[in-house]
């Protein structure tokens, strides 16, 4: 158990909609990162937050934005589904935002778009 | 910019034998190297990283890594390996001094560890 949670484990939705999902970090834990998992892209770095700031943005599109909050957990929005967004997302954290230190992963949550 | 290949997708192997995963990286700059691994259904684990010093580096469940500058390469290895190593390895980058940490990673190599 890395100590970060995700929420919820699994989602299934249709095309068109909107889902939100969570991520609490690690107690401590300033850096929040967000990334996909999919079979065509591979595992991919979408965006990070250092104490409530955006830090670094990576392939992530327009429909999809992130936050996070004073309690430094994070949620990632993603609307107007498609297809191809099925896919896992990861969230890790870790306790700043130097190079150096370990990156701690959720369990993912797995995102199916129908 | 970065980028990470690992040359294998695949990799099947006989428990007790040696095994080696491949991974080579591009980048204009200076970057850490990280090996993680995901086991069926889980999220990723640290096994080992690079930041500097000794080009050899152990880590945990007896894997160990060797970076090599001059071929760009950062490959994983284990003696002898046990049915419960089978999962999904990445080979992950980090610019030194990008501010933030984020990681690229490889496409995965699969491990199958058989019996």
């Known amino acids: 158990d890395s100590g970060v949670t995700q929420t919820p484990k699994h989602l299934i939705t249709a095309t068109g909609q909107r889902v939100t999902l969570r991520c609490s970090p690690r107690?401590?834990?300033?850096?929040v990162y967000w990334y996909q998992q999919s079979l065509d892209q591979g595992l991919q770095f979408l965006i990070h937050?250092?104490?409530?700031?955006?830090?670094a943005k990576g392939n992530i599109l327009e429909r999809f934005s992130a936050q996070q909050f004073p309690d430094l957990h994070s949620e990632l929005n993603l609307s107007s589904l498609e297809l191809g967004d099925s896919a896992l997302y990861f969230c890790?954290?870790?306790?700043?935002?130097?190079?150096?230190?370990?990156?701690?992963f959720g369990p993912g949550t797995r995102l199916t778009v129908t | 910019a970065q980028s990470v290949t690992q040359l294998d997708s695949q990799v099947p192997v006989f428990e007790e034998a040696p095994v080696e995963l491949r991974c080579n990286y591009s980048?204009?700059?200076?970057?850490?190297l990280f090996w993680y691994v995901q086991y069926p259904n889980q999220g990723l684990q640290l096994l080992l990283k690079?930041?500097?010093?000794?080009?050899l580096v152990k880590g945990i469940n007896g894997f160990e890594a060797e970076f090599n500058k001059s071929q760009t390469s950062f490959h994983l290895r284990k003696p002898s390996v046990h049915i419960s190593d089978t999962a999904e390895y990445f080979c992950?980058?980090?610019?030194?001094?990008?501010?933030?940490?984020?990681?690229?990673f490889g496409q995965g190599t699969t491990l199958q560890v058989k019996p």
């Open positions: 890790a954290s870790k306790f700043r935002d130097r190079e150096v230190d370990e990156q701690y």
């Open positions: 107690s401590g834990d300033l850096s």
């Open positions: 937050y250092y104490n409530g700031e955006e830090r």
């Open positions: 980048s204009s700059v200076s970057v850490y």
């Open positions: 690079y930041l500097s010093g000794s080009t």
């Open positions: 992950a980058v980090s610019e030194r001094t990008s501010n933030t940490g984020k990681l690229i």
